[in-house]
């Protein structure tokens, strides 16, 4: 199905964070807005699906809006956006991003996501989150050694899994060894590199999962939809096709419970390496 992509100009980039991202960061920073990988795996469960005033009543994964001008607002806004956080949180962090990947496909031909971490560089926040679904993340390898000078740098990448499929859903927009590839391109690197298992799916050998997030990431959070979606009970997740198949592949994995499980196996093999829901987003780990 054909994707609707359009170039978009935007008077603001920078958004105060409310809400589940108020702990974690001052501000979030949408390249785009929509994100091609909805129709994916990680789109089906995607929280933003439910946001109306994003969607505006178009089917989450159908549409772009290229924010062709995004670096350029960055530069104008970041003193003034840099001033208020550090009076009123404490220090200027962004989020990039917590509504569309920064590495959808289209980033190869318009380089948004490439252009506000060049101005970043210029200009830096004190602290950066990066956030990414996708093995492409290390198309911008050769600019992140030069911002972690700048700025308290680190690459989320979301690793739910050790399967590539669920019953039923569509595959995930990068497969599971090419994430796993690229987390260790970016440690070798020596960049800070955090796997997000969020939401937590259901694990084929979970022990064998974390030992191997251990050997290519500095840390990990986990997240369950329960909680983590922006309702307390996962009520807009339970809206999805998701809790059904994964209650096919593993009925307890839907559970709170199963999480708990998770984090204690993980902090058996990354003691003092793992954070938990916000906590964990928010950098803090144990």
């Given amino acids: 199905m054909a994707v609707l992509v359009a170039r978009t100009r935007v008077k603001s980039?920078?958004?105060?964070s409310s809400g589940y991202l108020r702990?974690?960061?001052?501000?979030?920073?949408?390249?785009?807005?929509?994100?091609?990988?909805?129709?994916?795996?990680?789109?089906?469960?995607?929280?933003?699906?439910?946001?109306?005033?994003?969607?505006?009543?178009?089917?989450w994964g159908s549409f772009l809006d290229v924010r062709e001008n995004a670096a350029d607002v960055y530069r104008r806004s970041a003193a003034r956006e840099r001033a208020w956080a550090r009076k009123?949180?404490?220090?200027?962090?962004?989020?990039?991003?917590?509504?569309?990947?920064?590495?959808?496909?289209?980033?190869?031909?318009?380089?948004?996501?490439?252009s506000l971490l060049g101005a970043m560089i210029d200009d830096p926040p004190?602290?950066?989150?990066?956030?990414?679904?996708?093995?492409?993340?290390?198309?911008a390898l050769d600019l992140y050694p030069a911002l972690a000078e700048r700025?308290?740098?680190?690459?989320?990448?979301?690793?739910?899994?050790?399967?590539?499929?669920?019953p039923g859903l569509p595959p995930p927009a990068s497969p599971v060894e090419k994430r796993f590839a690229a987390a260790q391109a970016l440690r070798a690197a020596g960049l800070r590199v955090?796997?997000?298992?969020?939401?937590?799916?259901?694990?084929?050998?979970?022990?064998?999962?974390?030992e191997r997030v251990a050997s290519v990431a500095d840390a990990v959070v986990i997240d369950h939809y329960v909680g983590g979606d922006g309702s307390a009970d996962g009520s807009r997740t339970l809206r999805t096709a998701l809790p059904d198949a994964m209650r096919r592949v593993d009925p307890h994995s839907t559970s709170l419970a199963y999480r708990d499980?998770?984090?204690?196996?993980?902090?058996?093999?990354?003691?003092?390496?793992?954070?938990?829901?916000?906590?964990?987003?928010a950098g803090h780990f144990s």
């Fill in 13 to 16: 980039i920078l958004t105060r």
């Fill in 23 to 59: 702990e974690v960061c001052s501000h979030s920073l949408q390249p785009y807005r929509g994100c091609t990988y909805g129709r994916s795996l990680c789109g089906v469960g995607c929280y933003v699906r439910h946001n109306g005033l994003l969607t505006r009543g178009a089917e």
């Fill in 88 to 114: 009123s949180r404490g220090r200027f962090s962004v989020f990039l991003s917590s509504s569309t990947d920064p590495f959808v496909p289209q980033e190869s031909r318009f380089g948004i996501t490439r």
């Fill in 126 to 139: 004190d602290a950066l989150i990066l956030q990414t679904h996708s093995h492409r993340v290390t198309d």
């Fill in 151 to 166: 700025t308290d740098l680190r690459i989320h990448l979301s690793i739910e899994t050790d399967r590539d499929r669920l």
């Fill in 194 to 210: 955090v796997v997000t298992v969020s939401p937590l799916l259901p694990m084929a050998e979970p022990r064998a999962f974390f």
């Fill in 261 to 281: 499980e998770m984090v204690a196996l993980a902090r058996q093999i990354l003691p003092g390496r793992v954070g938990v829901h916000i906590e964990g987003f």
